[in-house]
């Protein structure tokens, strides 16, 4: 009976080691595909943008209400005035972004001219304002003046390329075309 216990405590070892050598032989492999510098992502709290293509920051202020006395209750309405405007902070910032790529998809001499730009503005800020639910604060902090700052991490798998795909169609005017003023005959 002896022998048998050991001989499956042998077969059982013998393969716990070729599982644990097959998953060590394919961790460099699976680690590999992707290298980020995860520490100046995390550390980054004065980047507004993109920290990876699938981070976006936003940095959002907050002042003391006017007729707060004392440090905590200047700080707690500065930090309450910043939260307040995180949805409209992400919204502008992607907004802002996404506008940006459709603008430079045109040629720089007809950025001035599309007709359609306070349409496609609004359309881009109501979409915008839906990535709030995909992030979170990164940090939160006070200066000096008592003012407080909310820093606001969105993530999601792929944001850059989502940001940058295709959007609200800019329209450019017709091109003027010649007429013809002159007489015909016949």
Same mark, same amino acid.
């Given at each position: 009976m002896?022998?048998?216990?050991?001989?499956?405590?042998t077969h059982l070892s013998a393969r716990l080691i070729a599982?644990?050598?097959?998953?060590?032989? /394919?961790?460099? =492999?699976?680690?590999?595909?992707?290298?980020?510098?995860a520490s100046s992502v995390l550390d980054d709290f004065r980047t507004e943008g993109f920290l990876d293509p699938d981070h976006f920051q936003v940095i959002v202020r907050g002042a003391p209400a006017p007729g707060a006395r004392g440090l905590v209750a200047r700080r707690e309405s500065a930090l309450k005035?910043?939260?307040s405007k995180i949805p409209e902070a992400v919204a502008d910032a992607v907004g802002t972004y996404r506008l940006e790529c459709l603008l430079r998809r045109l040629e720089p001499a007809d950025r001035p001219l599309v007709t359609? /730009?306070?349409? =496609?503005?609004?359309?881009?800020?109501?979409?915008?304002?839906?990535?709030?639910?995909?992030?979170r604060r990164a940090f939160e902090y006070y200066n000096e003046d008592h003012s407080?700052?909310?820093?606001y991490r969105i993530y999601r798998g792929g944001l850059r390329a989502s940001f940058e795909s295709v959007g609200p169609k800019l329209a450019l005017p017709e091109p003027h075309r010649a007429t013809d003023t002159?007489?015909?005959?016949?």
């Open positions: 002896d022998g048998i216990l050991m001989n499956a405590i599982v644990l050598a097959v998953a060590l032989a /394919l961790a460099p =492999v699976s680690c590999g595909i992707r290298v980020i510098d005035a910043a939260e359609n /730009l306070e349409q =496609v503005r609004a359309e881009l800020w109501k979409e915008a304002a839906g990535y709030v639910r995909y992030g407080a700052v909310i820093v002159s007489p015909t005959k016949g």
